[in-house]
């Protein structure tokens, strides 16, 4: 069966050092998007990509990147963690009619 | 951007009664999704409604555009139905991006 995978489940790092957390999906679906869940504010969207060397913004992108080199992964990287970046985040992807969305299981991030 | 306000925001239900979960939404939207988040964090898309009525087993799920809302039934709650259940829609002008509300965090109990 297709599914979205995120890794790792669950990551500790200090602030300041690089982290990336992984998102691989086998839907062969061209949207992807990174989003992160906050008490007090819902999903925000951080950055998504609508195929191959495609990327964007979304509300949240300050200190994030992403890189999208083929259809099934689409890293998240936190140039420099801060402890304002402790939260859960969840990759998502969706196909090209913009139709339904699945997410991943999420990735709770701590920056210590 | 679009605003998407959900009510109630906390509902608790016995088990076996049915509720109805309310999604406003402040502009023309060309996608509206409706998910279950289950007490382990997993997100689980229930409906993509657009427009008009869909079923699914005791969930179902109307969209009126034209008024800017959506409505999610859930009949004869079960324990597993717990959660939050977020409401999420695509405006005209921002293509396949997703703005989720706040949520309706749902108890049963037995």
């Known amino acids: 069966d297709a599914e979205i995978t995120q890794s790792p489940r669950h990551k500790i790092t200090e602030t300041g050092r690089q982290v990336t957390l992984a998102c691989h999906q086998t839907?062969?679906?061209?949207?992807m998007f990174w989003y992160r869940q906050d008490l007090g504010h819902g999903l925000r969207l951080i950055h998504y990509s609508y195929g191959v060397q495609d990327t964007n913004k979304g509300e949240v992108s300050d200190g994030y990147s992403v890189s999208r080199s083929n259809t099934e992964d689409l890293p998240l990287t936190l140039e420099s963690a801060a402890s304002s970046q402790t939260s859960v985040y969840f990759c998502?992807?969706?196909?090209?009619?913009?139709?339904?969305?699945?997410f991943g299981s999420g990735t709770q991030l701590s920056v210590l | 951007g679009i605003q998407v306000e959900q009510s109630p925001p906390d509902l608790i239900l016995q088990e076996g009664a049915n509720s109805t979960l309310r999604c406003n939404f402040s502009?023309?939207?060309?996608?509206l999704q409706w998910f279950h988040q289950n007490p382990w964090g997993q997100l689980i898309n229930l409906f993509y409604i657009p427009s008009g009525t869909k079923q699914n087993g005791r969930l179902s799920a109307t969209t009126v555009a034209t008024e800017r809302y959506s409505l999610l039934y859930i009949s004869s709650s079960q324990t597993t139905d717990s959660g939050v259940y977020f409401c999420?829609?695509?405006?005209?002008?921002?293509?396949?991006?997703?703005?989720f509300g706040t949520g309706t965090r749902l108890q049963v109990t037995l």
């Open positions: 839907w062969n679906h061209n949207n």
């Open positions: 998502a992807s969706q196909d090209t009619r913009g139709e339904k969305l699945f």
């Open positions: 999420a829609v695509e405006d005209t002008g921002t293509a396949s991006k997703l703005t």
């Open positions: 502009d023309s939207v060309n996608n």
